[in-house]
C-alpha cells in the first residue's frame, strides 16, 4: 500500500515519521487514541488522514464504544 495515502479516502495522511521527522511531532499524537478495534483491522497499513482520524473518533464517541 502507498503508506502515504490514507486507508480510508486516498488523501496524503501527513504523517511526521514516513517524512522523516519525529513521530512525537506527528499531528496524531495530539489527538486522542484510536479504538483498540480500528488499530487491530488497520495494523500494518497506511496511517489515517487527521480528516478520517478526526471522523473515526467522533463515530466512536457518539456509539459509546
Known sequence: P???KCPLCGAENKCAAL??????QCWC???PPLPKRMLEDYK????FCESCYDKI????KTQGS
Not at 500494518?44 to 496511517?47: D, E, N, R, Y
Not at 473518533?57 to 466512536?60: G, N, V
Open 44 to 47: 500494518g497499513k497506511a496511517c
Open 29 to 31: 499524537i495530539q489527538k
Open 57 to 60: 473518533i467522533q463515530r466512536y
Open 2 to 4: 502507498e503508506m502515504s
Open 19 to 24: 517524512k522523516g521527522s519525529d513521530k512525537e
